[in-house]
């Protein structure tokens, strides 16, 4: 191979490896932003949302070499899926960023709450949310669609787990209408990880398409 197509791929390998640390660094955001809101730590809340901006700087970063790559290299057949899968999974994994985000200031900008201690189901669904990137990003290492496809089999158990969580928060709301503010807080952190559930679901998807050359809805 020539020292010119070698550094091209190089650089694709290189969008690879950029991915998975996009991917583990938000993985991380979101185990980070669920333990502060169980322990309703504000300091720990404030790290998380202060690392988002490197999380949007290496998402930048990825965008930025994908659009090189197009433009001068001008791939074909599997690098341009590789490519446009990439990107997309970038968009995903920042939204999911943000989401983890807007979880993490409810600890910042409230004085107290629902005991989350008191709703396991939301860790669970956090939980759930992080295995399931875990195996997007196996996927990714392995070249293997169908592990990506077993991943998002367990979005309907988040997807359960809201339906309970809701159901819950409106009970404690017509119980003790006291606590409508903290409950519907918790509303929206739950709301957070059902999409955090489905933008795992856009990843795989993706996946599947840069491994295989196929679109499925997975979600």
């Known amino acids: 191979m020539n020292p010119y197509r070698a550094r091209y791929h190089r650089e694709l390998d290189e969008l690879v490896s950029d991915t998975r640390e996009l991917a583990n660094r938000v993985d991380m955001a979101i185990g980070e932003s669920i333990e502060a809101l169980k322990e309703f730590d504000s300091l720990r809340a404030r790290e998380i949302i202060k690392m988002d901006q490197v999380v949007d700087e290496l998402n930048l970063k990825v965008e930025s070499r994908c659009m090189e790559l197009l433009a001068l290299q001008q791939p074909m057949a599997k690098d341009l899926r590789l490519i446009i899968a990439v990107i997309k999974i970038g968009i995903d994994l920042e939204r999911i960023g943000d989401l983890a985000v807007d979880i993490a200031r409810i600890p910042v900008q409230n004085q107290g709450m ?70 519907t807080a918790l509303l929206m952190v739950n709301r957070h990880l059902e ?12 996946i599947i398409y840069m491994i295989e050359g196929v679109r499925e809805h997975l979600n």
């Open 195 to 206: 999409r955090i559930g489905d933008h795992i679901c856009n990843i795989c998807e993706s």
């Open 114 to 183: 629902v005991p989350v201690k008191k709703l396991e189901n939301l860790p669970t669904m956090a939980a759930i949310a992080r295995d399931m990137l875990h195996e997007a990003v196996r996927a990714i290492i392995e070249n293997n669609a169908d592990v990506a496809r077993e991943a998002t089999k367990r979005d309907y158990e988040i997807d359960n787990l809201y339906v309970k969580v809701r159901d819950r928060l409106f009970a404690i709301m017509v119980e003790n209408p006291k606590l409508v503010n903290d409950a």
